[in-house]
Protein backbone atom coordinates (compact mmCIF):
# COMPACT_ATOMS: atom_id res chain seq x y z
CA UNK A 1 0.00 0.00 0.00
CA UNK A 2 1.69 3.67 -0.61
CA UNK A 3 2.87 5.00 1.93
CA UNK A 4 1.82 8.76 0.88
CA UNK A 5 1.76 10.55 4.26
CA UNK A 6 -2.07 12.64 3.40
CA UNK A 7 -3.23 8.91 2.39
CA UNK A 8 -2.00 7.48 5.77
CA UNK A 9 -3.22 11.12 7.29
CA UNK A 10 -6.93 10.41 5.53
CA UNK A 11 -7.09 6.35 6.85
CA UNK A 12 -6.15 7.92 10.54
CA UNK A 13 -9.13 10.68 10.38
CA UNK A 14 -11.31 7.95 8.90
CA UNK A 15 -10.42 5.88 12.22
CA UNK A 16 -9.05 3.00 10.24
CA UNK A 17 -6.10 2.39 12.21
CA UNK A 18 -5.33 -1.24 11.70
CA UNK A 19 -5.10 0.19 8.46
CA UNK A 20 -2.63 3.08 9.10
CA UNK A 21 -0.71 0.32 11.00
CA UNK A 22 -0.64 -2.33 8.00
CA UNK A 23 0.49 0.38 5.57
CA UNK A 24 4.01 1.56 7.19
CA UNK A 25 7.04 -0.24 7.58
CA UNK A 26 10.37 1.01 9.64
CA UNK A 27 11.38 2.52 7.06
CA UNK A 28 7.97 4.70 6.65
CA UNK A 29 8.61 8.71 6.45
CA UNK A 30 9.02 10.08 9.74
CA UNK A 31 5.23 11.73 9.78
CA UNK A 32 3.69 7.99 8.52
CA UNK A 33 5.55 6.39 11.60
CA UNK A 34 4.03 9.10 13.70
CA UNK A 35 0.58 8.35 12.76
CA UNK A 36 1.19 5.19 13.03
CA UNK A 37 2.20 5.37 16.74
CA UNK A 38 -1.03 7.62 17.24
CA UNK A 39 -3.12 4.73 15.23
CA UNK A 40 -1.88 1.86 17.53
CA UNK A 41 -2.47 4.19 20.58
CA UNK A 42 -5.99 4.48 19.28
CA UNK A 43 -6.01 0.65 18.82
CA UNK A 44 -4.39 0.16 22.69
CA UNK A 45 -1.05 -1.19 21.02
CA UNK A 46 0.79 0.99 23.73
CA UNK A 47 3.92 -1.27 23.54
CA UNK A 48 4.29 -1.48 19.59
CA UNK A 49 3.16 2.50 19.91
CA UNK A 50 6.06 2.90 22.50
CA UNK A 51 8.15 1.03 19.71
CA UNK A 52 7.36 3.33 17.09
CA UNK A 53 7.92 6.11 18.68
CA UNK A 54 11.47 4.75 19.81
CA UNK A 55 12.31 3.97 15.87
CA UNK A 56 11.49 7.96 15.48
CA UNK A 57 13.75 8.75 18.52
CA UNK A 58 16.59 6.85 16.83
CA UNK A 59 17.19 9.85 14.44
CA UNK A 60 19.77 12.29 14.95
CA UNK A 61 19.90 14.89 17.64
CA UNK A 62 19.43 17.50 14.75
CA UNK A 63 16.25 15.85 13.29
CA UNK A 64 13.51 17.52 15.20
CA UNK A 65 11.46 13.82 14.62
CA UNK A 66 14.36 12.27 16.94
CA UNK A 67 12.74 14.89 19.91
CA UNK A 68 8.83 14.30 19.14
CA UNK A 69 9.37 10.23 18.82
CA UNK A 70 11.12 10.91 22.54
CA UNK A 71 8.40 13.05 23.67
CA UNK A 72 6.15 10.48 22.21
CA UNK A 73 7.77 7.58 24.25
CA UNK A 74 7.59 9.91 27.31
CA UNK A 75 4.11 10.13 27.22
CA UNK A 76 3.44 6.79 26.67
CA UNK A 77 5.43 5.97 30.18
CA UNK A 78 3.92 8.69 31.93
CA UNK A 79 7.09 10.82 32.31
CA UNK A 80 4.86 14.41 31.34
CA UNK A 81 7.56 16.81 32.06
CA UNK A 82 10.08 15.08 29.66
CA UNK A 83 7.66 14.60 27.21
CA UNK A 84 7.12 18.17 27.31
CA UNK A 85 10.56 19.19 27.30
CA UNK A 86 11.28 17.14 24.42
CA UNK A 87 8.54 18.25 22.75
CA UNK A 88 8.96 22.08 23.09
CA UNK A 89 12.83 21.24 21.98
CA UNK A 90 11.09 19.90 18.48
CA UNK A 91 9.07 23.11 18.25
CA UNK A 92 12.37 25.18 19.11
CA UNK A 93 13.97 23.47 16.31
CA UNK A 94 10.99 23.37 13.76
CA UNK A 95 8.71 26.02 14.40
CA UNK A 96 7.04 25.76 11.35
CA UNK A 97 6.56 21.37 11.43
CA UNK A 98 2.74 20.54 12.87
CA UNK A 99 3.41 17.31 14.19
CA UNK A 100 6.14 19.15 16.61
CA UNK A 101 2.95 21.92 18.07
CA UNK A 102 0.87 18.48 18.08
CA UNK A 103 2.67 16.76 20.24
CA UNK A 104 3.65 19.71 22.67
CA UNK A 105 -0.19 20.21 22.61
CA UNK A 106 -0.84 16.57 23.24
CA UNK A 107 2.18 16.43 26.48
CA UNK A 108 0.67 19.39 27.57
CA UNK A 109 -3.11 18.42 27.73
CA UNK A 110 -1.45 15.52 29.60
CA UNK A 111 -0.81 18.54 32.28
CA UNK A 112 -4.58 19.79 32.01
CA UNK A 113 -3.09 23.24 30.52
CA UNK A 114 -5.53 23.80 28.30
CA UNK A 115 -4.80 27.08 26.92
CA UNK A 116 -1.04 26.69 26.30
CA UNK A 117 -2.59 23.29 24.67
CA UNK A 118 -5.25 24.63 22.58
CA UNK A 119 -2.19 27.33 21.44
CA UNK A 120 -0.23 24.23 20.31
CA UNK A 121 -2.42 22.46 18.28
CA UNK A 122 -3.61 25.69 16.75
CA UNK A 123 0.20 26.21 15.39
CA UNK A 124 -0.60 22.53 14.24
CA UNK A 125 -3.59 23.44 12.21
CA UNK A 126 -2.25 26.88 11.27
CA UNK A 127 0.77 25.10 9.84
CA UNK A 128 -0.97 22.03 8.53
CA UNK A 129 -5.05 23.45 7.87
CA UNK A 130 -6.08 19.84 6.68
CA UNK A 131 -5.14 18.19 9.63
CA UNK A 132 -8.88 17.26 10.98
CA UNK A 133 -6.93 16.42 14.56
CA UNK A 134 -5.26 19.38 15.56
CA UNK A 135 -8.72 21.01 14.83
CA UNK A 136 -9.99 18.94 17.18
CA UNK A 137 -8.09 18.73 19.90
CA UNK A 138 -7.62 22.43 19.90
CA UNK A 139 -11.49 22.48 20.09
CA UNK A 140 -11.25 20.05 23.21
CA UNK A 141 -8.37 22.20 24.77
CA UNK A 142 -10.52 25.54 23.91
CA UNK A 143 -13.72 23.91 25.45
CA UNK A 144 -12.18 23.19 28.64
CA UNK A 145 -10.43 26.26 29.00
CA UNK A 146 -14.06 28.03 28.48
CA UNK A 147 -13.55 29.71 25.34
CA UNK A 148 -16.46 28.35 23.56
CA UNK A 149 -16.24 30.72 20.95
CA UNK A 150 -12.77 29.20 19.84
CA UNK A 151 -13.83 25.80 20.18
CA UNK A 152 -17.12 25.78 18.19
CA UNK A 153 -14.73 27.11 15.03
CA UNK A 154 -12.22 24.72 15.49
CA UNK A 155 -14.85 21.68 15.80
CA UNK A 156 -16.69 22.69 12.77
CA UNK A 157 -13.69 23.09 10.87
CA UNK A 158 -12.96 19.23 12.16
CA UNK A 159 -16.19 18.05 11.27
CA UNK A 160 -15.32 19.21 7.38
CA UNK A 161 -12.29 18.08 6.98
CA UNK A 162 -12.86 14.57 9.00
CA UNK A 163 -16.67 13.71 8.29
CA UNK A 164 -15.96 9.94 9.08
CA UNK A 165 -14.27 10.08 12.34
CA UNK A 166 -15.01 8.55 15.17
CA UNK A 167 -15.48 11.37 17.34
CA UNK A 168 -17.81 12.54 15.18
CA UNK A 169 -20.57 11.66 17.22
CA UNK A 170 -19.10 13.24 20.35
CA UNK A 171 -18.45 16.57 18.58
CA UNK A 172 -21.77 17.22 17.25
CA UNK A 173 -23.14 16.07 20.82
CA UNK A 174 -21.27 19.36 21.98
CA UNK A 175 -21.77 21.62 19.74
CA UNK A 176 -25.82 20.71 19.40
CA UNK A 177 -25.56 21.02 23.63
CA UNK A 178 -23.43 24.43 23.69
CA UNK A 179 -26.44 25.83 20.95
CA UNK A 180 -29.63 24.61 23.39
CA UNK A 181 -28.15 27.12 25.67
Request: aromatic letters at 8%; hydrophobic letters at 45%.
Amino acid sequence: MAQDPGQIQRLFEAGQYQQVVEATNPGSPPDVLYTTAQSQQKLGATDQAAQTFARLAERPEADPWHFIGLSGRQLIAGNIDAAIASARQAAAMAPDLPAAHFQLGLALARQQQWAEAAAEFQAASDRQPANAYAHYYAGMMYYRANRIDRMAVEFEQFLKLAPEAPERPEVQSIMRTLQSK
